[in-house]
Nanobody
């Protein structure tokens, strides 16, 4: 059906940068909103940033001015450029996408999640 595959996480020092990528694979007809969420230990999953097909964006207040979300519609890919990282940005980051896809001779529309990628900000 559909699969979201994330990459780019890792360990970075405070003040550093990372770029996350998420590619959607499968029998995809169209993708509307794509976004990034994160979940820190002991906390609920929270929205980090979201981008529409047309490129409109929205960010959590905690990352405004530091993170930039973008997408390549031709490649079914969404990116999250993270700069000036802080220890409180440490979390598992998940990609999410609202996808219309082909399944069993009909079209369906669902929200899909990636498997998550760990981002650790520590000295």
């Amino acid at each position: 059906q559909v699969q979201l595959v994330e990459s780019g996480g890792g360990l970075v020092q405070p003040g550093g940068s990372l770029r996350l990528s998420c590619v959607a694979y499968g029998s995809i007809l169209s993708i509307s909103d794509m976004g990034w969420y994160r979940q820190a230990p002991g906390k609920e999953r929270e929205l980090v940033a979201i981008i529409t097909f047309g490129g409109s964006t929205n960010y959590a207040d905690s990352v405004k001015g530091r993170f930039t979300i973008s997408r390549d519609n031709a490649k079914n890919t969404v990116y999250l450029q993270m700069a000036s990282l802080k220890p409180e940005d440490t979390a598992v980051y998940y990609c999410n996408a609202d996808i219309r896809y082909w399944h069993n001779y009909s079209t369906k529309r669902d929200a899909w999640w990636g498997q998550g990628t760990q981002v650790t900000v520590s000295s």
